[in-house]
């Protein structure tokens, strides 16, 4: 089992990256969050869940040992692969996803793109006594400035699939929603904003 890599980072697109450890070039997938913070050319480390299947060997990759946690604890829920388990983690962070299952609230999990009612409640369900808060804080990061969000959040969204009209249209609708957000949240802060604005939205047309 890999459970991290450290190495120099090859490539970092919106949903893989490529880490060179040792001169072997390893695939992870990852969510935006995550591969917004690598940087092509520098070293970094990503903690990772291997998901091994009949005919695959997949890497995912996460900024944090809790992070990844929460990720293998999703994708043991019936109906949740690897891909609807990083989408959650693309929108709520993992001590939102504790908060949400122990609290029960399934809203927390319709916010997700594919996600509906019924399956949010299974969720709920079936993370029953699996995720806990911690207590650890929401939000807390440093402030990046806006002309290194902003681009960063443009870019993940379209790769995402939303158009970029409608990816600048929530950004300037959140500006005016929430302005503290976009004067001190990270990169993922104002990105899983994004994404829970866009999933609403898409679910209301």
């Known amino acids: 089992m890999i459970s991290s890599l450290t190495g120099v980072v090859q490539a970092a697109a919106l949903h893989t990256a490529v880490i060179d450890v040792n001169g072997f070039g390893m695939l992870v997938q990852a969510t935006p969050q995550t591969l917004s913070a690598l940087k092509v050319g520098e070293r970094a480390t990503v903690h990772t869940s291997m998901v091994v299947r ?36 693309a929108v709520h962070t993992p001590e939102e996803v504790r908060i949400a299952a122990n609290t029960k609230d399934t809203a927390a999990f ?65 500006a005016k929603a929430e302005p503290d957000l976009i004067a001190t949240g990270t990169v993922p802060d ?13 679910r209301a047309r």
């Open 54 to 89: 009949e005919d695959s060997m997949t890497l995912y990759g996460f900024a944090s040992p809790e992070e990844r946690e929460v990720f293998e604890v999703l994708i043991s829920v019936t109906g949740i692969g690897p891909r609807t388990g990083l989408a959650i983690l």
């Open 190 to 202: 104002i990105l899983r904003a994004a994404l829970r604005s866009m999933s609403s939205g898409a």
């Open 110 to 174: 319709t916010k997700v793109s594919g996600i509906g009612p019924k399956g949010a409640s299974r969720i709920v369900l079936e993370l029953n006594g699996k995720l806990v808060p911690t207590g650890a804080p929401v939000g807390s990061n440093p402030a990046a400035p806006a002309e290194t969000w902003e681009p960063q959040v443009l870019e993940a969204l379209t790769g995402l699939g939303w158009t970029e009209k409608d990816a600048k249209s929530t950004l300037k609708a959140l």
